[in-house]
């Protein structure tokens, strides 16, 4: 156990200051999400659909950072309200690919303007020269240097 005047102050840590910076974006997001009412990782996933295209939930994992469990659930969820379709791979029929529906598309659509807002929110206490520092920053932390 480390002394009370031990110099690890865990509150500026930046494990700890990512955290909380994610957890006040979620909260943002969650109010800000308009009708759709579509959760932060469902809106990803919807959106790394339209955009890539079919998608294995292997691929979801990569293009979403989301883990493999997670994204299983997410993918139930938005096909359980029909944002979503679930095919299978010509090549594997085991593969489950997803495909957007045109349910989804429209969400996607709509709340896309939310998202947009909501991202000006999270950055809200940034001047214009610090949100780009910020996103690049960030940027270069998840580059894999390999």
Do not use: W
């Amino acid at each position: 156990m480390s002394s009370p005047d031990s110099s690890y102050a865990f509150t500026e840590q930046v494990g700890h200051l990512l955290r909380k910076a994610y957890q006040r974006h979620m909260a943002i997001f969650q109010q800000n999400v308009g009708e759709s009412q579509l959760t932060a990782v469902q809106f990803i996933t919807l959106c790394a659909v339209r955009d890539n295209g079919p998608s294995s939930l292997t691929e979801l994992v990569a293009l979403t950072a989301v883990d493999q469990a997670t994204i299983r659930g997410i993918v139930e969820r938005l096909k359980a309200r029909e944002l979503i379709e679930l095919g299978h791979d010509a090549k594997d029929r085991r593969k489950v690919i997803v495909h957007l529906s045109e349910a989804g598309r429209m969400a996607v659509k709509q709340t896309e303007p939310c998202a947009r807002q909501i991202s000006e929110l999270t950055l809200s206490n940034l001047n214009p020269g610090e949100r780009v520092a910020m996103l690049f920053l960030l940027r270069k932390m998840i580059d894999d240097p390999t």
